[in-house]
């Protein structure tokens, strides 16, 4: 079974620009989650999304967003990126709502210059 | 809010030694707690698991126990391996009646290093 997928692995922008992140979750699965990873600040939590709707946001600008669609798919965008969005940013999936084990996947290394 | 404090890092070992990382928690009612372990260049694996007080999760030789009274859940190895180098992150999950199921709160993490 695949695991996690994220595309792009790496990813290098000015400051100013917007991009958007892409994660397929493993098959079957409906819950998709998005942290943020940097060594000053760890693992942060951005969002959530089940069954296409946002479930819960964590304490970021309004310059991140992200969607699900249909088919579980899910991307994030970051507008007017700035130097500090430099970062690793990971996808999870979980199979139902209440499901404990979230799959992470390999992440995406975001570098603004 | 909830939190999650792990010792600080990094911890080096000699092979065969033995390990402890230590995680406290604060959270309201009973959260589920987590270990999880990134590999250089890779993402995070689950690597046990624990649900509710007293549980002890346990998988590759590594063992927490989830002590409410003390709110924490310390992770142990009898005998590292070098292959266990990496870094550990300690984390929860809410407790069950709200709606943040899939959002974690991660402790700052503890890099591992083992020499042979």
């Known amino acids: 079974k695949a695991g996690v997928t994220q595309t792009p692995r790496y990813l290098i922008k000015t400051r100013g620009q917007q991009v958007t992140l892409s994660c397929s979750p493993i098959s079957g699965h409906r819950s998709v989650s998005w942290y943020q990873q940097t060594p000053g600040q760890g693992l942060q939590f951005l969002f959530e999304y089940f069954s296409e709707t946002q479930r819960n946001k964590g304490n970021f600008p309004g310059r991140f967003s992200g969607r699900q669609f249909s088919n579980s798919r899910s991307e994030m965008n970051v507008s007017t990126l700035e130097l500090g969005d430099s970062a690793l940013y990971l996808c999870?999936?979980?199979?139902?709502?209440?499901?404990?084990?979230?799959?992470f996947g390999p992440g995406t290394r975001l570098t603004v210059t | 809010g909830n939190s999650v404090t792990q010792m600080e890092g990094p911890v080096t070992l000699s092979e065969e030694a033995f390990l402890t990382i230590n995680c406290t928690y604060t959270?309201?009612?009973?959260?589920?707690l987590f270990w999880y372990v990134q590999y250089p260049g890779e993402g995070l694996q689950l690597l046990l698991k624990a649900t509710k007080a007293d549980d002890k999760g346990s998988n590759k030789g590594f063992e927490a126990t989830y002590r409410k009274e003390t709110t924490s859940f310390h992770l142990e190895k009898g005998s590292v391996q070098v292959s266990d180098s990496a870094v550990y992150f300690c984390a929860l999950r809410p407790a069950a009646g709200g709606t943040s199921y899939g959002k974690l709160t991660f402790g700052q993490g503890t890099i591992l290093t083992v020499h042979p």
């Open positions: 999870a999936s979980r199979r139902g709502e209440r499901s404990y084990e979230q799959y």
């Open positions: 959270a309201t009612g009973y959260p589920s």
